[in-house]
């Protein structure tokens, strides 16, 4: 028997013990029905796949594994090939129920510490479920609504030679960025744009990458800089760090033609410099994605060179503030305040130009979603920082700085900025509402309230979940969201 059929006779084991589907299965594992078909048949699985899975029965499995097979398999994480030998020894092992269940006797118990450390060593990252992110940008109407916020900050903006300069703290899938771009032409349309962005994920930089294209055809005087440093150094380019900053991976495109189609034949032949250059692994403290090696690219038309050759950013100490910066969900919500303002909202705050304005987004929950949650975890508190949290914790940060800032608190009227799932008026109402239309707005729920997959998965396993899906939308007549917001300015000198 090889390893790939020892392997998907445990799931089939699984699966029955569970009494789930093996589309369930793949769903729980890596968010794909098919994986099952896809490991039968010996399609697009790689070695990491497979890890996961093994993971996945080790970790859920309340039958069939000694406590010397789980260290085993624990000694072999760090080697997915080592995992793939541990599949065919532990069919010697276990191939029938009552066997699995006399072993799971003998095994010793694993105490509640020795489970809290391991969870705390490998924290939950909402963010890294990349179908529920796609699902949820593209079924709900958030980045439109803060691209509309964000607009409205832009009023009170006044840029300075030789550029207007905005920061985006995370640019995602640069959706709200294009956005903001648009409206910068449309408002300064002769005036030199300098734009960076933070993002960690190559894959949102690609599809970001896609959005730019037009942005350079309409707005020619256009310089955009892609880093993946941290939130302190990301907005000079520089790490502080001597022997990093010497590792400094900086690269400079200058894009040839004066059309759209040629800045995409140019744009999309980077996919392999960013692949390299955006590297990450995971950090041993947070257990977040951070980079392998700091990266920037500067991105400008060649033909605007001599024009924005003031603006364009040089390796080195560089010397500029923003007349804007943009924080958008930049942390996960139960972070603490003292965290969120010491290693994001100061140092950003501080990069500020004189008269510049950084404009800070976060779920707040107090809407639909946040009362289908609370149905089926009645004690959880997903949003226990509020924006006045941090503004008092940033003030503390600052230090004496703070007197140069204008730290505010504004109303609820002010602050939040509502956003909904995108239904028609016909799948809502009455007991006949589609299943897409369900599972839309469950996932919407608990990706904004920032669920971890172990609690849903408890959920999903009944269908209570969807029933009370439909009595909410049915209540509200459809599902919404709030966001609350934030602003801190710099005094003009």
């Known amino acids: 028997m090889t390893a790939i059929e020892t392997l998907l006779e445990e799931i089939d084991s699984f699966c029955k013990q569970r009494k789930i589907s093996k589309s369930t299965f793949g769903l729980h594992v890596v968010n794909d029905g098919k994986l099952v078909n896809r490991l039968r048949d010996g399609k697009g699985i790689t070695l990491k796949t497979i890890t996961r899975i093994q993971d996945y029965l080790n970790k859920n499995a309340a039958q069939g594994l000694s406590q010397q097979s789980k260290e085993k398999n624990t000694h072999n994480d760090n080697n997915p090939g080592g995992n793939i030998m541990a599949v065919a020894k532990k069919a010697k092992v276990k191939t029938k129920a009552t066997k699995a269940k006399s072993s799971a006797v003998k095994a010793k118990p694993v105490s509640e510490k020795k489970k809290k450390k391991s969870e705390d060593k490998t924290p939950f990252r909402f963010y890294d479920n990349r179908q529920n992110y796609l699902a949820f940008i593209n ?249 006045h949290d941090i503004l008092k914790e940033t003030k503390k940060a600052l230090g004496r700085d703070a007197r140069d800032y204008n730290i505010k608190e504004m109303s609820d009227a002010r602050s939040l900025v509502k956003y909904r799932m995108h239904a028609l008026p016909s799948e809502i109402g009455g007991a006949n509402i589609g299943t897409s239309t369900l599972f839309a707005a469950w996932n919407a729920s608990v990706y904004v309230n920032q669920i971890e997959d172990e609690r849903v998965e408890e959920v999903i396993k009944g269908g209570s979940y969807l029933d009370a899906t439909a009595k909410i939308l049915n209540k509200h007549g459809g599902l919404w969201f709030n966001d609350e917001t934030f602003v801190i300015s710099k005094g003009k000198n």
């Open 139 to 387: 079924t709900c109407n958030e980045k439109s609504a803060i691209s509309q916020r964000i607009a409205k900050e832009f009023q009170y903006v006044q840029p300075s030679p030789p550029a207007f300069r905005m920061f985006d703290a995370g640019m995602g899938d640069a959706t709200v960025l294009s956005n903001c771009m648009r409206y910068l032409h449309h408002k300064h349309p002769t005036v030199p744009h300098f734009i960076v962005a933070k993002e960690i994920s190559m894959e949102d930089v690609r599809i970001g990458l896609d959005k730019m294209i037009d942005r350079f055809s309409e707005h020619p005087a256009t310089i955009l800089v892609l880093t993946n440093l941290n939130y302190a150094e990301a907005p000079k380019l520089m790490p502080r760090d001597v022997l990093t900053a010497n590792a400094m991976n900086w690269r400079e495109v200058k894009l040839e033609g004066t059309n759209a189609y040629n800045y995409r034949e140019q744009l999309e032949s980077l996919h392999d410099m960013f692949a390299e250059g955006w590297e990450t692994q995971t950090s041993k403290i947070s257990g977040n994605p951070v980079f392998k090696r700091p990266s920037v690219v500067v991105i400008y038309r060649d033909d605007h060179r001599i024009l924005l050759d003031a603006v364009i950013p040089r390796p080195g100490i560089q010397n500029w503030d923003y007349d804007f910066i943009l924080a958008s969900q930049p942390w996960r919500a139960t972070t603490s305040a003292k965290f969120k303002a010491e290693k994001i909202i100061a140092p950003l705050a501080r990069s500020l130009a004189p008269g510049g304005r950084l404009l800070a987004i976060q779920s707040c929950g107090k809407d639909p979603a946040a009362e289908l949650v609370k149905q089926f975890w009645p004690d959880l508190n997903p949003f226990p920082v509020t924006r």
